[in-house]
């Protein structure tokens, strides 16, 4: 019997908005980010994200900065608070319903997303998926830095990840299903098993047709 295996982008696929700009923001609106021009920074480099020309470690180099001073037990809570105040309660309908229902069916469930681990494992933790991973950074003496630790789960990345992931739960070779809306998960998006388009961006709906992708609606 197949077991099907249900991995999910997070931003602008499972939450309607991108987490790591909530997250800016939220650090702005707490004045960790004390910079007056850190989210409008923010802002313009998320801009390359969405057309697929983003450099994600100059990213993660600003991005941190407001963090490097804080134990990384205080970036969790932190993170915590975000993601229920701001970011939870943008989850798509659709997708907390899928999410129960392949709960309530056993069926295993993954997130893979390029914003950072603390953020993703902390949505994942609430909204009910298990599994999940997201750019890992070096820690040293107890604080994050803005170095990736490892592969991150960015373009490419993503498929060595999950193959990686994949390496030590063969049971799931050949079912894979993946949910995205970014042109920066096409390897991802090629190499599932099947596919599915939640509000794909316009580079990425060009490829529906020739790959005979789904295309969702969800909002």
């Known amino acids: 019997m197949p077991t099907p295996l249900y991995v999910f982008d997070m931003d ?19 004045g960790i980010a004390s910079d007056p021009d850190f989210v409008a920074q923010d802002r313009l480099i998320m ?15 600003f991005a941190m900065q407001p963090l490097l001073t804080l134990p990384t037990e205080q970036v969790q809570r932190l993170a915590d608070d975000c993601v229920a105040t701001r970011i939870v309660p943008r989850l798509f309908p659709q997708a907390k319903a899928l999410i129960k229902q392949l709960t309530d ?6 997130i893979i997303s390029a914003s950072v681990s603390f953020l993703v494992k902390a949505v994942a933790r609430k909204i009910g998926v298990a599994e ?27 498929v060595t990840r999950l193959n990686e992931w994949l390496a030590k739960r063969p049971q799931y070779v050949g079912q894979v299903h993946f949910f995205t809306d970014s042109i920066n998960d ?19 709906i060009q490829y529906a047709q020739p790959q005979q992708w789904p295309i969702l609606k969800w909002g």
């Open 12 to 30: 602008d696929t499972l939450i309607d908005g991108d987490c790591a700009m909530i997250w800016s923001e939220y650090l702005a609106d707490k």
């Open 47 to 61: 801009s390359r994200y969405a057309s697929g020309e983003m450099d994600m470690e100059d990213y993660l180099d």
């Open 105 to 110: 069916e056993r069926i295993q469930m993954l």
């Open 132 to 158: 999940a991973m997201g750019i890992d950074m070096v820690i040293e003496n107890n604080h994050y830095t803005t170095h990736i630790l490892g592969t991150p789960t960015y373009r490419d990345g993503k």
């Open 186 to 204: 096409l390897p991802l998006c090629l190499h599932a098993d099947f596919t599915y388009l939640v509000n794909p961006c316009t580079r990425l």
